[in-house]
């Protein structure tokens, strides 16, 4: 089992930065593909970008490309999503998964941390 936490959600203003970081624990290290999803009020759940187990490997939505980076510390078992130039429609919760490598399916979820970027 595997459990996730993530935290450093927040209210930031247009054109600022927010990293958020997501906890793992359970069954842990470079055997999971991480990744973060948002699902903002009213509109379904969606890719925002993922990372292979070793961190070599990233994938990143379009909306957000050249603006949020993650990254992973196998060591610290923590994952993160580095968001800047934030815009108000990056206004979210933003959830970290985790998919054990070979498979298609996150299987593990976080509870979500919310994102307001203001006008």
């Known amino acids: 089992q595997v459990q996730l936490v993530e935290s450093g959600g927040g209210l930031v203003q247009a054109g600022g930065s927010l990293r958020l970081s997501c906890v793992v624990s359970?069954?842990?290290?470079?055997?999971?593909?991480m990744g973060w999803f948002r699902q903002a009020p009213g509109k379904e759940r969606e890719f925002v970008t993922a990372i292979s187990g070793g961190g070599a490997i990233r994938s990143y939505a379009d909306s957000v490309k050249g603006r949020f980076t993650i990254s992973r510390d196998n060591a610290k078992n923590t994952v993160y999503l580095q968001m800047n130039s934030l815009k108000h429609e990056d206004t979210a919760v933003y959830y970290c998964?985790?998919?054990?490598?070979?498979?298609?399916?996150?299987?593990?979820w976080g509870q979500g941390t919310q994102v307001t970027v203001s006008f």
């Open positions: 359970g069954r842990t290290g470079s055997n999971y593909a």
């Open positions: 998964a985790a998919r054990g490598v070979g498979t298609n399916e996150y299987a593990y």
